[in-house]
Structure formats: C-alpha cells, structure tokens
C-alpha cells in the first residue's frame, strides 16, 4: 500500500519483561498491565494489532518464582500464580494488592469481568440507556481486555488475521490509579492526537435537503444573530438520492446534486470565507453504482465491466478497493473544498476477511488518508473497538429525542474516557422520534457545550430543526447564549485539546478520576471534569412545577468552589441539590483556577489564536496555568513548535495575577493583545487600590467592578506578548449578606406560589438572625421540600 497507510509501531516487548513457557508468554510491560498468552505450538504474536502497537515498555521490576507445580510473580501492583498449563479459572489467577476489596480484587481466569465500564459502539435505536463494553479501570482495581481476534497490522501498512486458538489478553491491575492505567492504555495503544482548532468550535448538522442558497442564507441568519459556527455538516442529500431503481437506493452516493449544489467549489469556498470548514455525509455500504461520475475509472481499476453496468462492490477488505475508493471518491471533492468525512456505516461488522470489522478498516485508513497533504488529520465515524481513539471524532448514532437519552448522554461521555475515547460527538438535541420539548432542548444544549463536540443536530423533520428562534423565548436565549459560550470558551479547549494528547487526559472524565476513594464520586454519574478546571452537573429533568429552577444532585468535593454563572461561592465536602432556573448549569471552578477565554467568537475569528483574551481568576488559593496556542491545523505539535503562556496568581497582603512574556514559537501569535481580566471573589473596595503594570511600569487601566459576581474587572489596552503584564489588587473580601438578600429575593419572586408564603419566608430571611435559626423556623413551617432545598442553597452557599 501507499506510504501514507503505514504507521509508526513499536510492537516487540522487551525480552527482560518476559516470562516464557513451552506454550505460554507472560509479559510484565508495567508492574500494572500483563499480557497473557497461551499457544499450543508456543509461537507468539510480536507483531502490532489493531489495538496494540507499542508494546516497549521500559524493564519492569517484577519477582519470579519457580514453585513444584506452578510459577508466581511478584510486583509492587500483582501478585499472579499460574500453573504453566492451559489457561484455566483454577490455574491462573491474579491478585491486585493494597486494601481495595474483601474479596473482590482477586481474578481467575474465564471469569466475569466487574469494571467501570468504556463504551458502545453506537446510540442507533436506543432510547435512554444501553450496555457499555469494557475499560481499563475498576473499583476492584482490575479489568481486562481480550486481543485474541484482533487483525495482524503488517509493515506494508494492510492487516491479516489471528491464528486461531490462541489466547492474548491484557490484564488492567492498576487499583484506584486510573490515571496511570489510561496513561499506559494510550502508550500501549497510541496517543489521542490533537483535534484541529475549527473542531472545538460549534457544529451545525442537520439531516435535510438543503439547497446551496438555502443553506447559505441559514448562516447568513445565524451570522446576523451572532450565533457562531466553524463546522458545517453536510447530510446525505449533498448527493443524488433519487435515482433509477435498477441501480438501488440512493443511501450511498459519491456525486453531487447538482440541481441543489450547481457550483460545489463556490459553495464551499463561500463557506470557507465564514470560518467554516465542511464534512460531508457517507453510507460507503452499496459501493459505487453506475449513475455516479466516477464509476467508469473505479470499474476499470477494479476489473468489473462497465459497459454491463456491472456494481463496484464495497469491499473494505482489499486493498485495492481502499486505495481506488480515496483516489476516485474522495479525493476529488477534497480538491473541491471538503474538509474531512461522516462515515456513517451502519451495515454491521462482516467483511470476507474472518474478524476483519469493516468500521475499523474505513476508520483507521480514512484517518491516515485525511493526513497525507500535512494537514491534523481528522475523520468523524463510529466507536469501532478498543483503540478507537486514535480516529477522532466519535459519532454516536442517531440519538432519540427524549429525556431520558439525554439523561445518558453525560455518563455515557464521561465513562468513555475509561476507554481512551475522548472526543465523543453527540446528536446534541436529539436526532429523530421523541418529541419536542422546548426546556429539555435548551438543557441538551447547555449540556453539549460542556461535552467534547458541540454538534447540534435533527432529523429531515420539517418540525425538528435546532435552529434556536424556532423556540419559546427562553429558549432561544438559553441555547444562544450557549452557542456563544462554547465559543468564548476556546483559548482554554484548546489547551485542554493539547493537554488531551500530551498528558493522556481526555477533556471530559468521571469525577472519581480524582478522588478514587471517595465513595460520593462514583455516586454522581452524571458529573465530571471539564477540562482540569471546570467540574459540570448537567440539568436532565424537567423544572419543578411552581419553582421554575430544576435541580441535580452534585456532589461538591473539599474546598471552596464558584459558579461559573451564578457567581454563587460552595464550601465543599458535601453533597446537595442544586437548583438552576433555565438560564444556566452548575459549571463549579475551584478557587485559585484561572480560566483563559476570549470574546472573538465568529467563525473567522474562532479557528485563530485571539487578539484578546478574557482572564477569569477565583480569588481564595494560588494557581497558575499554562495557555497552549500552536498553527491549529498542522501535526507540528508533535514536534513541540508551540506557545506557551504562563499565568500565575498569588494570594498575601497583595494579590497578583502575572501574565508571564509568550515563549517558544510566538510567530503563530499576534504580536499584540488586548486583556480584560476577572477577578472574582474581591470587593468593591479593591478597584481603589488596583495597579497595572506592563514590564514593571504602572499603566492606565480600566478598573470597574461587577457586584453579582464580586468581581473586579480590569480593562487593558493591547500589549505586546512578548511583555509581562501584572495585577495588583490589596486585599479582597468575600461578602454575602447582601448577596444572599438579592437572590432570595430574585428567586422567591419568579416562583409561582402564593403570595403569603412568599411575604413570610421573606420575613424570615430579612430578619437578621443566624443561619441556625433562620433554617429551623423554615423547616417548623414544613415547605415543599425542593423551596426548602432552593433557598438554604442560596443560605448556605
């Protein structure tokens, strides 16, 4: 095969790692992670698969001993004891040390697997929940993955089948470190590479027969109403759908409509001068018929007769047929001005090659294809396995519209990085079915801007479409604001992108990554980081019928936490409700983070390193962080040719907050920019006493304060990035006695209960006793338990 089709492996495990039997291979690649092989003619596999391609560990520290009738092996991790015969749940097993579990934390072979689970290949036909194939981690501090039918990767870059009969399994016993367990799942699997800049912006995606000025228009309307985008997705009617029965349906197609695209490339390109890059939609399964354009050159390279008509079958498992389906199908719409594909393959798992997945296959060479001009690969396709995460996106199928699927959507995210497989792209607002409801569409959206793809999608419904003024009004100001915020978002994405690859850390993971032994992280299903400095609690329930706010229940970890939104402040150690009108989620950010966004929001202005940055700082502890910019849309990240920009922020008698001078390659940024940084959690009082300083030498700022969140507000002209800019506030203060008053109030007043009960409750409140016995005389007055749970929120935050 070509060049571009081969990659980079390091399959052969060191031989000092190895314990090496008449028919089996043990391999300690890390004191955690074993590989168990059993062959009954003794040869084993040191060639890479579909799922491991580096198996060069360094030398493990592991003990061997030789018992009469067995071996065992030692490490600070395991402890395993096998009897050198077939593999068998009484001669093999292992143990996972450290006091994790009773019982529980010891395997024997053949025997059900009990983890944390990684994901599912799709979301087609499910509503709600669905089953989770395995991952690497586990409360009971293993798991396991079987590599026994996994296709051979060859040099040439193609792939052949197992020998059948063996056995190749890699056991995960890790404890509660899932953080090295994922680290060394992507060492022995392959990094998640970075996604190109314009990926992390929003999406629009919508099954529907678009013409190109209708669809022109459409972003036009958007454009006027400053909703930004910087993906359009282009369904499957961008081909002709309707044609002569003789040749089949019209799913699968490969030239355009004209009579709804006349000009492709003008089309395009109109779309490229917005920001946006475009995919478009394929169901590669019926092959290549004989209305297409570009039948007659795939006919002759595959040797069927043309002149009879004869189909091009789709037949992923020759090379030949790869290798002509990128020249002849692809590649020419790519000159057009396609950006990367939708494989939406839908046909099941069988190709004549015994084992051979055929989603793998159009995954893994799309991806490599994609790559070939220089450019960050990217594809946009289905789950297709462990080691999936190589190929990002993830499209997770055609979502139900209900809430129950959107209830799913955000364990369904965050359990996947137990996986490896980061960048889920979901049908944000459901697909198809369901049914409309306006709340539950805003609440998708909110969601989905705190996923790893925002794509917001429907189905050809002429009643489905996402656009947010097809809404009631609180909708479309709910999801419009959303859209923007993804957008302001992106200085710290992208960082997170980076992160994502370098550190092994995928943008969205569960909260027991963090706090393994607290038994209340696995309890909140739903919540999750957001990046190293965000923790979100999606709304996926109605709103309380007379409150007007819906809740969820969040678990607050130890130390003092913000609202992103409300500017409410938590003490944390607890769990509780917590209650949100539509306006927003709980999106929690510890004190001391600094949150790097910016108000550039287009599409033009999204896909480039920005001229301004909006800083956001929590006052309360120290903290830094390091703003990752590159070219956006290169592999030369690889090479570490990047920018790196330091923001620190201490805490004493005076507070500062230093932007530290850009190095590495600054010619990817502009060489000024203008600030405006958030200081949350300081009086008024501290605008009085603020400086700013750029190289040391004070400057004119402007200094303001926004009292809902206690933030001081400094506005700073352009600066060279080069220079170092600094902040100085004295002193800062935490106040919430009018704050508290404020939003009982605001709270008290939208909802929809009598008017007596509102009048004493407020009495209550402004009364000016104690927290103790405020919240004893509510109690005495036996509210409704969620006004009760909504107002000591507001009491105790």
């Known amino acids: 095969m070509k060049d571009i089709y081969k990659v980079q492996t390091r ?47 360094p030398e493990t520290n592991y003990r061997l001993l030789h018992m009469e009738d067995r071996i065992e092996i030692h490490t600070s991790r395991i402890h395993l004891i096998y009897n050198e015969k077939e593999f068998s749940s009484h001669g093999l097993s292992i143990q996972v040390k450290g006091n994790l579990s009773a019982y529980h934390s010891i395997w024997h072979y053949g025997e059900e697997i009990h983890d944390l689970k990684g994901t599912a290949r799709t979301l087609d036909m499910v509503d709600g929940e669905t089953e989770l194939e395995h991952g690497v981690v586990s409360e009971f501090g293993y798991s396991l993955l079987d590599d026994s039918k996994s296709q051979i990767l060859l040099e040439d870059g193609w792939i052949e089948p197992r020998k059948k009969g063996i056995q190749d399994l890699y056991f995960w016993g890790y404890g509660h470190d899932y953080k090295e367990a994922l680290h060394d799942f992507y060492y022995l699997c392959g990094k998640s590479p970075m996604l190109p800049r314009y990926a992390l912006g929003n999406w629009w995606s919508r099954y529907y027969k678009y013409t190109e000025d209708s669809y022109l228009e459409l972003m036009k309307k958007f454009e006027e109403k400053n909703l930004p985008f910087t993906v359009a997705v282009i369904d499957m009617d961008w081909h002709m759908v309707d044609i002569d029965p003789k040749y089949g349906s019209g799913w699968t197609g490969y030239t355009w409509n004209k009579e709804l695209f006349p000009d492709p490339a003008r089309f395009l390109k109109k779309l490229h001068d917005r920001g946006m890059k475009v995919t478009l939609n394929v169901h590669p399964a019926d092959g290549v018929r004989a209305h297409e354009e570009m039948y007659r050159q795939m006919a002759e390279t595959m040797g069927v007769d043309y002149e009879q008509e004869d189909p091009v079958s789709c037949d992923p498992a020759d090379p030949k047929f790869l290798e002509a389906y990128f020249e002849y199908l692809h590649h020419p719409r790519e000159k057009e001005g396609v950006d990367f594909w939708w494989i939406d393959w839908q046909q099941g798992n069988n190709t004549k090659i015994e084992g051979l997945d055929p989603l793998w296959i159009f995954n893994h060479f799309h991806f490599l294809d994609s790559k070939r001009e220089g450019k960050r690969p990217l594809t946009f396709s289905r789950y297709a396995g462990p080691g999936s995460h190589r190929y990002p ?80 009004k609180e909708t479309d100001d709910a999801m419009s604001e959303a859209l923007r915020e993804r957008h302001r978002m992106m200085p710290y994405l992208y960082t997170m992108n980076y992160k994502s690859y370098m550190e092994d850390r995928p943008l969205v993971v569960p909260m027991y990554y963090e706090y393994p032994e607290e038994r209340r992280a696995y309890e909140v299903k739903n919540q999750y980081f957001f990046g190293e400095n965000m923790v979100v609690a999606p709304i996926t329930s109605p709103r309380i019928k007379g409150l007007n706010v819906a809740k969820v229940k969040t678990w607050i970890p130890e130390g003092n936490w913000y609202d992103l939104h409300t500017g409410l402040k938590y003490s944390g150690g607890r769990m509780m409700d917590l209650y949100r009108t539509l306006d927003s989620i709980p999106v929690l950010v510890k004190e001391g983070s600094i949150l790097p966004f910016t108000d550039e929001i287009s599409g033009v202005q999204t896909v480039k390193n920005p001229n301004s940055l909006r800083i956001k700082v929590f006052a309360g502890k120290e903290g830094n962080f390091s703003l990752y910019e590159d070219d956006n849309e290169t592999c030369q990240y690889q090479e570490g040719i990047c920018a790196v920009t330091e923001i620190n922020y201490t805490e004493g008698e005076q507070s500062v907050l230093t932007i530290a001078p850009a190095t590495g390659e600054t010619s990817v940024l502009p060489e000024k920019r203008a600030y405006t940084i958030e200081m949350t959690g300081y009086a008024k009082e501290a605008c009085q006493q603020a400086q700013a300083l750029v190289n040391g030498k004070e400057i004119n700022a402007e200094f303001t304060y926004a009292e809902e969140k206690q933030a001081v507000v400094i506005s700073l002209p352009q600066v060279a990035v080069l220079d170092e800019v600094q902040i100085v506030l004295s002193g800062h203060l935490i106040s919430g006695e009018k704050q508290v008053a404020r939003r009982c109030f605001e709270f008290l007043n939208q909802a929809e209960i009598g008017f007596v009960l509102k009048d004493e409750i407020y009495q209550i409140l402004m009364s000016g006793k104690n927290l103790a016995v405020i919240s004893t005389e509510l109690s005495s007055m036996n509210l409704d338990h969620d006004l009760y749970g909504a107002l000591m929120e507001i009491l105790t935050a």
């Open 11 to 57: 399959p052969v495990a060191l031989e000092a790692n190895m314990v090496i039997g008449e028919k089996y291979r043990i391999t300690m690649l890390t004191e955690g992670l074993i590989r168990l092989e059993y062959s009954e003619d003794g040869i084993f596999e040191d060639r890479a698969t579909q799922m491991a391609f580096f198996r060069d560990f």
């Open 393 to 472: 996106i993830g499209f997770s199928g055609d979502t139900h519209t209900t809430w129950d699927s959107l209830n799913f959507q955000p364990y369904f995210t965050a359990t996947a990085s137990n996986i490896g497989y980061g960048w889920w792209s979901h049908d944000i607002g459901g697909h198809m079915l369901g049914y409309k409801n306006d709340e539950m569409t805003a609440r998708w959206t909110q969601y989905g801007i705190y996923s790893p793809i925002m794509r917001l999608h429907s189905s050809c419904s002429e009643f489905n479409g996402k656009e947010p003024w097809r809404f009631k």
